[in-house]
């Protein structure tokens, strides 16, 4: 397993990303998109419509991050019962 601080520095702009699996918006799992702006704090992905939609890095101990896939999962809370909800699993096409 690679860290986080790794696929920071893996992720450049001008690079594709695919949506695997989005749980909080289904509709977008499958979309493919470029990279247009990294930021030490978050990344931003190109529309269609030439806009960025940003997308803000969690904490470290919520991504997982192997070979060219990466998965961010919701912060534990109390609420539920300190476990991790998958919420999102991109893969870096390039």
Do not use: H
């Not at 803000?56 to 912060?75: H, R, S």
Request: aromatic share 12%.
């Amino acid at each position: 397993m690679k860290t986080f601080a790794q696929l920071k520095r893996d992720i450049q702009e001008g690079i594709t990303i695919k949506t695997v699996t989005n749980n909080c918006k289904p509709e977008m799992s499958g979309q493919v998109r470029k990279v247009g702006k990294v930021q030490s704090n978050a990344i931003a992905f190109l529309r269609d419509d030439g806009k960025l939609s940003w997308i803000w890095w969690p904490k470290a101990n919520c991504v997982e991050y192997e070979e060219n896939t990466f998965k961010i999962y919701d912060e534990p809370r109390e609420y539920n019962n300190f476990t991790r909800e998958l919420l999102f699993v991109y893969e870096i096409v390039r």
